[in-house]
């Protein structure tokens, strides 16, 4: 495995020199350090489409500070796809959301801001390889740092190249824990090589603010299809048997069929569906890949531009 452009950050023992290169603490985390919650801010890690994350100082530990862009300073797109079939317990909030009043914005806000931790703390207890949470405060998630091996902050996926046996047992890696995701209802939404970070015992699922309910979302299946395909093409660059298996529609198969178990392990074999398709799915299908790729490419520019 070789690092390409990883974002070098000191973070595993040298917390007091840290200290004297703190930077300026940026407002939002300004209430966490009154609370004690936090000790210092360290550095900027990376600021991506919702959020900026930072390195943080909390005793003797280095952990990050998620800090979540305001909903109009967000460049995600198609957030109400995402959102649909997430179960909002206080009648009078789900009311208000729905009508899109400014209480209602507020609180689609808040859950959006939360949805990410609860998906954290579920994942972790399924066994997915996920940063250990230790809780959101004021709309800023705390959790772990990953780091690499030698106490760098863990790249992510995208700068990383692989050897052929290296990206198969990654991919297969990867699949089991999008498999054990779906077993607890949940699909990540956005998977690609840019929400992965690999540490010295292989990858870790980052980024699940939009993380899609598997059982009330309607556009469930067309997300699962979409990741496990982005994580196919990617590790198929360095193993290209792997773009051969039809793995999402074997694992949906499972799933539908209510046989898939976080255990289950994949066999490269599909029952073939000879219904006639639907064309205006399939055209709307294409019309989301495409947009998907230019949208992957646009991180790609923007990484190369980071550089």
């Known amino acids: 495995m070789r690092f390409l452009n990883a974002p070098y950050f000191y973070a595993n023992t040298l917390v007091q020199r ?28 990376m600021s991506g489409k919702e959020a900026t994350v930072y390195t943080v100082a909390c005793g003797s530990e280095v952990r990050c500070a998620k800090v979540y862009k305001e909903a109009t300073k967000r460049s995600f797109k198609k957030a109400v796809l995402y959102r649909e079939g997430r179960k909002v317990r206080n009648s009078r909030r789900g009311r208000a959301m729905e009508k ?18 609860d998906a954290l703390y579920k994942l972790a207890d399924a066994g997915v390889r996920v940063p250990e949470p230790y809780g959101c405060f004021n709309g800023v998630l705390l959790m772990e740092l990953i780091t690499d091996q030698d ?6 996926l995208n700068d990383v190249t692989l050897s052929p046996k290296q990206a198969r047992h990654d991919h297969a890696t990867v699949l089991q824990d999008v498999i054990r995701m779906l077993c607890a209802g949940i699909i990540h939404g956005d998977l690609s090589e840019f929400n ?28 699962l299809e979409r990741d496990v395909r982005n994580m196919t093409n990617y590790y198929g660059q360095f193993a290209p048997d792997l773009l051969e298996g039809p793995y999402a529609a074997e694992i949906w198969s499972l799933f539908e069929d209510g046989e898939l ?47």
């Open 18 to 45: 840290n200290y004297k290169r703190a930077m300026k603490t940026p407002k939002r985390l300004l209430p966490l350090i009154e609370d004690g919650i936090i000790d210092q801010v360290l550095s900027q890690l």
């Open 196 to 223: 992965v970070l690999v540490d010295e015992h292989g990858p870790v699922i980052i980024d699940l603010p939009q993380a899609v309910n598997a059982t009330g979302n309607n556009n469930a299946k067309a997300m």
């Open 100 to 117: 899109g009043s400014s209480y209602g914005r507020e609180q689609q806000e808040e859950v959006w801001q939360t949805a990410e931790v």
């Open 151 to 156: 106490g760098y902050a863990a790249p992510r």
């Open 261 to 307: 178990t976080p255990d289950t392990k994949l066999t490269g074999i599909v029952e073939i569906d000879t219904r006639p398709a639907d064309v205006d799915a399939v055209i709307l299908e294409i019309k989301a890949a495409m947009e998907e790729e230019e949208e992957r490419l646009q991180r790609i520019r923007d990484a190369d531009g980071d550089d």
